[in-house]
């Protein structure tokens, strides 16, 4: 529904700037539903509104971000092309950007926000989604962490899993995995190089696995290509893949929020060579990988080291099944 969203607020016109002190919004209701409208301000801005039921209890304190304001409960004066001005009372979700990269990730997540609260929500319903979307646009604010070639890796092997709500599931479970994927005893760590050289960094921890587990690294090799597929579009092929679970979906959103930071917009539109990645996907035993292995001298921590895995005999995709029958879904039984 995200391309509709856009589609829809491309159309709107901005209401005239009569009295700067009401609350006006030229609106267009999103089709198949009676509590939302897509919207505009008078500076542009993009905006969701949301009617809830009504229901007695304390309201929700305002949300004023960067690139995000809300306000719940606002008297609202809409118009909708020639028809009358219309007055209700709305919580009002404003992108306060005007970069088209922003406000087409904020058209987005709020696509996800629809489909998490449904129809004729509760205010408390909208209060806990609008919550967790001020949380992914303050990531927005912060310096990214990880770099995007880094972040393309995951979303590439999640975009061609065989069962992606599953691999969505398992990617990133917390802030401080040391794997970027787990899934039971499997451990799975995606490994990006921008040359030709199976060179990648690693923790000690990450060749130094918990016992009973099945470390692996897939190791791709990545580059930019203008003929390639966009970040932003892989990030929508994931959506419909796991859009009947909208809560991972958000999730989806959180993560790649937190992983590229302030550099969101600019990221987006990168795009990289998907028939490269493909060729070059191998997989390795984290337990075979170069590295330093054993008890580490007291005092010593977060130890990191380059290794090259091009010498290790690379795993098939049967033998990693033979070793657990959950690797079926969360890779690719086939190229995309």
């Known amino acids: 529904m995200a391309a509709r969203l856009e ?37 542009g801005h993009a905006c969701l509104l949301v009617a809830t039921s009504e229901q007695a209890g304390r309201l929700a304190s305002p949300i004023r971000l960067e690139n995000l304001d809300v306000q719940f409960e606002l008297r609202c004066h809409l118009r909708r092309n020639n028809e009358a001005e219309r007055i209700g009372t709305f919580t009002v979700i404003r992108c306060r950007s005007l970069d088209k990269e922003t406000v087409r990730y904020f058209l ?33 604010q912060k310096p990214a962490v990880r770099p995007v070639n880094g972040l393309f890796g995951e ?57 009973g587990t099945i470390p692996i690294v897939a190791s791709l090799f ?5 003929g390639g597929i966009s970040l932003r579009s ?16 958000l999730k989806l959103h959180e993560v790649v929020t937190a992983t590229l930071g302030e ?40 130890v990191h080291f380059k290794s090259d895995v091009s010498g290790l005999p690379p795993l098939s995709v049967e033998s990693l099944l033979d070793l657990d029958a959950a690797f079926g879904e969360l890779l690719a039984s086939k190229e995309r």
Not at 124 to 135: C, F, G, P, Q
Not at 157 to 173: G, H, K, L, Q
């Open 7 to 43: 589609g829809i607020f491309e159309i709107i016109a901005p209401p005239p700037g009569d009295n700067p002190d009401k609350p006006l919004y030229a609106v267009m209701p999103l089709p198949g539903y009676v509590s939302y409208f897509i919207g505009k301000d008078r500076e």
């Open 108 to 140: 987005s997540v709020c696509d996800t926000i629809v489909g998490m609260v449904g129809d004729r929500p509760e205010q408390r319903e909208v209060a806990s989604a609008v919550h967790r979307l001020a949380a992914i646009f303050q990531k927005m």
């Open 155 to 211: 979303l590439y092997f999640i975009w061609r899993s065989c069962n992606p709500s599953r691999a969505v599931t398992a990617w990133r479970v917390d802030e401080m995995a040391r794997f970027d994927f787990a899934d039971g005893n499997i451990r799975i760590d995606v490994k990006t190089a921008g040359g030709r050289l199976r060179s990648h960094a690693f923790s000690y921890e990450q060749c130094n696995p918990p016992p």
């Open 222 to 226: 990545v580059e930019r290509s203008p």
């Open 234 to 249: 892989l990030i929508g092929e994931i959506e419909a893949g796991i859009a009947a679970y909208p809560d991972l979906v």
């Open 263 to 302: 550099s969101l917009s600019e990221a987006l539109p990168m795009a990289f060579d998907f028939k490269l990645a493909d060729s070059s996907l191998k997989f390795y035993s984290l337990r075979e990988v170069p590295a330093i292995r054993g008890p580490l001298p007291a005092g010593v921590s977060d």
